[in-house]
């Protein structure tokens, strides 16, 4: 059974600082989601990571994935309040099939404090 | 938001009756998901859609059925509600070209 844990679990930053959060699963796996969610909205999605050592970055957001530490890690560099919101990573765990199903770490409750 | 539509937004309803989510999409994606999320768990995957009347479980399957009888209306029913299934429920596709999943407005259920 693939298993992702996310941490922390709850966050909270003072706009202006940095920090990362942390996303483990438990299986080989080579796509790597992450989403963002407001509260009573639905998640939109952020990145997509297709390989090892894949990095993309939006803002001050930026995701890598490191498939052989089975770690994502999402990266918030000088946090803003308008970043407050619940951050999901999600793995494929159809490995090297097609269905791209989705299973999503409990997420992380960021809130950012002026 | 990937022209994905879900209806209803909201449902209450009683223990024991049968309820039927739509989701809706107009781009011709072949993929369809349904997941639910609830408080601690994150979202989980019910049952999903690789193509017209070709459907598979999720991890979450028991209690839930779908339908696919047209590529873009994939229909997922609780044959006699309960109070578990109590949640928010999210319809998503696969865009293959992006390799992106994209969810739709989430349907509100709750069985009393």
């Known amino acids: 059974e693939l298993k992702v844990e996310q941490n922390p679990l709850f966050l909270s930053m003072q706009e202006g600082k940095n920090y990362t959060i942390y996303c483990n699963y438990s299986?080989?796996?080579?796509?790597l989601y992450w989403y963002r969610q407001d509260p009573g909205k639905s998640l939109e999605s952020l990145f997509v990571?297709?390989?090892?050592?894949a990095v993309k970055q939006e803002g001050r957001l930026m995701a890598s994935l490191d498939t052989k530490a089975r770690l994502s890690t999402l990266h918030i560099t000088a946090a803003v309040h308008d970043l407050s919101a619940t951050y999901f990573c999600?793995?494929?765990?159809?490995?090297?099939?097609?269905?791209?199903?989705?299973?999503f770490g409990k997420g992380t409750l960021l809130t950012v404090n002026p | 938001d990937a022209g994905i539509t879900q209806s209803p937004r909201h449902k209450v309803t009683e223990t024991g009756t049968p309820v039927t989510l739509r989701c809706h999409q107009t781009?011709?994606?072949?993929?369809m998901y349904w997941y639910r999320q609830d408080p601690g768990h994150g979202l989980r995957l019910i049952h999903y859609?690789?193509?017209?009347?070709?459907?598979d479980k999720g991890e979450v399957s028991d209690g839930y059925s779908v339908s696919r009888s047209k590529t873009e209306d994939f229909l997922l029913t609780l044959e006699s509600a309960t109070s578990s299934q109590t949640s928010v429920y999210f319809c998503?596709?696969?865009?293959?070209?992006?390799?992106?999943?994209?969810f739709g407005p989430g349907t509100r259920l709750t069985v009393l």
């Open positions: 781009e011709n994606h072949r993929y």
């Open positions: 999600a793995v494929d765990m159809d490995r090297g099939g097609s269905n791209y199903k989705l299973t």
């Open positions: 299986t080989t796996s080579d796509r």
């Open positions: 859609s690789y193509g017209v009347k070709d459907t």
């Open positions: 990571l297709l390989s090892n050592g």
């Open positions: 998503a596709i696969h865009g293959q070209g992006s390799n992106e999943q994209f």
